[in-house]
């Protein structure tokens, strides 16, 4: 019986030292009549085997145990290794290939450590290789009863090999009824051999095609591997270009990789800036291929010299016609004000969504970003773990689109800083993005409004957002991978309303992103308690808190991004992504971090790191814990999550009504002894007493008195202090009784005209207390 084994590969390709050259297999002068044709230009194509520099493949030469290694370990994309062989040290020209294949137990070497890489390696050898690496990936166990007229010579360590590899049909005999498991193998024979292995595998069109760097672009313009020009195909007959502009500074092709979501996969590509003996950085550009279709494609550099250089990402389209630019500026200004928390947010949003034209019909869109620049930075720890942030220095927007009779190309310019990593996204799709220009004006205003949260520095390895500055390292223009933003519940509620093909993309790109922040957890159906990344100088001072440590808001809003995610497209690994965080809660008891009220009640800390202090309860924090213990305990009937949401909600009323200030407002926390600090969000909490009363009666409970008092006394603070209330929080008073106190807020306060109002099928209640759940940390650690 077969098994399918996922597992995570790095594709590694033959060292320069062996003067190979990614040469096009239609290039290949010799093999163009040969018997192996085919499968000798599938795997150059795909990077197993490579050409040389003359433009030949040489079929007919001999292999070495070290070669056939390599051509294994780059067609399974075997992940690195370390080796131990004497004869194969660090630094020589096969050492990444050698340590990969003998950690995957390809190859095991002499009892003295030797690998005899150099040695040429016989058909034998290969069936024993073969068949390692058959077991690799499954239970490949059957026998052949072999026929051979020289079966009796072979060597008993390799008899079973070649059984199971005849019986495969992967090594097979010759014209003249032999094995010939003494002669030395060829490249041809070595092609065809690991071409039929990866067949039985099933791994033969998984394997990407990554093409070798061309100094303009265009196939075989460079038989140079070190060229100012690569191209990636994208599929579709589209292709992605990175160009270095400032002259003398190559690219030098070293390794690619996949790592597969959920309705997503990554194909990363790894290049070397400047020649490769001596590189002054690194470029990786991620293609984030969607089941949809589209691609999102990243680009990083990380530049470790002085000079600030300067690249570019080409999109060209052949056959179009014409292009339009919608940029989002159109639609008004960034308004940047001074925050007490966060300061100012110096970013945006992306430049727009072009769109390619052949004839009349849309061909292509491309949503265009700005390019950022930032210095990451960390602080380390004595317990050995530590704190990262990025120190952002630019955002950069230069574009240019060229346009002929039959071509578009779109060109995203990039400040290569040095010391520095620079970062650009772009989103391809050969559909619209938005098929309602109704929901893209809607976007591209919220946009301009909201460019603080949403839809601007997109990474492959997540969002980064204006972090407060209080992180640590300190960094005014701090920004990280806030969980409260990773998370694309913002984006999901989007698409529910609207069906918009962005809006999709950007969900998907979301679980992609929290996937690379686990490890993989998410994709395999493990999702985990997140963790922060960064250190709040607020929580170390007062309880000891470092990072990483767990954020009960960013977690209660992640999971209920993911279970969402998981219902509306129906994702089994997402089916349950709530209940970790749920037992979680329950959990907290247990570990004494909570603030005991009463006998039977307590309130959940709001942060939770091993060996801190317990930390402080915010009042929309507990009442965020206790709905989500309810949703789980509707979803699996459990008891335990019913009973730890009822202690929270007993809590929460006995301290009622110390909740309430002098001016009517609420208290934002209260700490272990019991004093109340802090002054609540304008309208964040009363959204989440909305919300819990709704709740309460889904589940047949009788609504709380108290949680009644606390809407009317922060609904009247508002109202009293003339501040806007959005239109959907008013619809949830209203559906709750309190009409008396939307009259008199609609008669009091006529200020609030020019504030956009989102489209009311977009979002609702959990709109608004989800996404602001990002705010919380944030605002959060000033108080």
């Not at 990077?47 to 433009?55: D, H, L, P, R």
């Not at 808190?545 to 991004?561: G, S």
Request: net charge negative; aromatic share 10%.
């Amino acid at each position: 019986m077969r098994k399918t084994v996922m597992v995570i590969f790095l594709m590694i390709t033959l060292p320069l030292s062996y003067m190979h050259s990614q040469v096009k297999a239609e290039e290949l002068s010799d093999v163009r009549d040969h018997w192996a044709k085919n499968q000798i230009s599938t795997l150059v194509n795909k990077n197993v085997i490579s050409g040389f520099e003359n433009g030949t493949f040489q079929p007919n030469a001999p292999v070495t145990r070290g070669q056939f290694i390599a051509f294994l370990v780059r067609g399974l994309r075997l992940p690195p290794g370390e080796t131990g062989f004497k004869d194969v040290t660090r630094g020589s020209s096969l050492y990444d290939e050698m340590a990969a294949g003998k950690r995957a137990g390809l190859i095991v070497g002499t009892k003295e450590g030797y690998s005899k890489a150099n040695a040429p390696v016989t058909r034998a050898d290969v069936a024993v290789m073969i068949d390692r690496a058959l077991q690799l990936r499954g239970d490949y166990t059957e026998l052949d009863q072999l026929d051979f007229d020289d079966q009796g010579t072979i060597p008993a360590y390799a008899l079973q090999s070649i059984q199971r590899t005849v019986k495969y049909g992967i090594v097979l005999g010759t014209k003249e009824n032999k094995i010939n498991h003494k002669s030395t193998a060829t490249r041809a024979e070595s092609a065809v051999f690991v071409y039929r292995m990866l067949e039985v595998l099933n791994e033969l069109e998984g394997l990407p095609t990554s093409p070798p760097p061309s100094n303009n672009g265009e196939p075989g313009a460079s038989k140079n591997i070190s060229s100012s020009e690569v191209a990636i195909p994208i599929g579709d007959g589209n292709q992605v270009k990175i160009r270095m502009n400032t002259s003398g500074v190559p690219l030098h092709y070293k390794k690619s990789d996949e790592f597969t979501h959920i309705h997503s996969k990554d194909f990363n590509y790894y290049y070397d800036m400047g020649y490769k003996q001596n590189p002054l950085g690194f470029l990786r550009v991620t293609l984030r291929k969607l089941d949809n279709g589209d691609t999102f494609i990243f680009s990083r550099f990380i530049h470790n010299g002085d000079n600030t250089y300067s690249a570019s990402i080409i999109l060209p389209f052949e056959q179009a016609s014409s292009y339009s630019l919608k940029r989002i500026d159109s639609y008004g200004q960034v308004k940047r004000e001074h925050d007490d928390t966060i300061g100012i947010d110096p970013t945006s949003h992306p430049i727009g969504l072009l769109s390619v034209k052949s004839g009349q019909e849309t061909a292509h869109q491309v949503m265009m970003s700005k390019n950022y620049t930032s210095i990451q930075r960390e602080k380390p720890y004595a317990n050995g773990q530590k704190s990262v942030v990025r120190e952002f220095l630019d955002e950069f927007e230069g574009y240019k689109i060229y346009s002929s009779s039959s071509a578009v190309s779109m060109q995203l310019d990039m400040k290569v800083t040095g010391k520095a990593i620079s970062e650009s996204w772009a989103l391809l799709s050969n559909e619209p993005l938005f098929q309602d220009s109704y929901y893209m004006d809607y976007w591209f205003q919220r946009s301009v409004d909201e460019y603080h949260t949403i839809n601007k520095w997109l990474t492959a390895d997540g969002v980064y957002t204006k972090l407060p500055w209080s992180i640590e390292p300190g960094y005014k223009l701090g920004f990280g991978r806030n969980l409260g933003y990773m998370q694309g519940g913002i984006y999901l509620r989007a698409y529910n309303g609207s069906s918009e093909r962005y809006f999709y993309d950007l969900v998907m790109n979301s679980i992609a992103d929290l996937d690379v922040f686990t490890n993989g957890a998410i994709r395999s159906g493990d999702v985990p308690v997140f963790k922060t990344e960064y250190t709040s100088t607020w929580l170390k001072n007062a309880y000891g808190t470092t990072a990483p440590y767990i954020d009960t808001r960013h977690n209660e809003n992640t999971a209920l991004f993911l279970k969402n995610a998981g219902e509306t497209f129906q994702i089994p690994q997402l089916a349950k992504a709530n209940q970790k965080y749920a037992d979680f809660l329950v959990d907290q008891k247990a570990i004494g971090n909570v603030i005991k009220i009463t006998s039977s009640s307590h309130l959940i800390a709001d942060y939770y790191a091993p060996g801190s202090k317990t930390t402080h309860v915010s009042l929309n924090h507990a009442l965020g814990e206790m709905r989500f213990l309810i949703e789980t305990y509707l979803q699996t009937n459990d008891a335990k999550y019913l009973k730890t949401a009822k202690e929270i909600k007993a809590a929460v009323e006995h301290l009622y009504p110390r909740w309430i200030r002098d001016d009517g407002d609420l208290w934002y926390q209260v700490n272990g002894n019991l004093v109340f600090n802090g002054r609540d969000y304008e309208w964040l909490t009363l959204v989440d007493l909305l919300a819990s009363q709704e709740l309460f009666e889904d589940i047949g409970m009788v609504s709380s008195s108290i949680f009644d008092s606390m809407i009317r006394s922060k609904t009247e603070y508002l109202i009293h202090t003339n501040q806007y209330i959005k239109s959907s929080i008013l619809e949830m008073l209203s559906e709750q009784g309190y009409t008396d106190l939307v009259e008199k807020y609609k008669n009091n306060v006529t200020s609030s005209s020019n504030i956009l109002e989102e489209p009311k099928e977009l979002v609702g209640e959990h709109d608004i207390y989800e996404v602001d759940g990002a705010v919380d940390t944030l605002e959060e650690l000033s108080k």
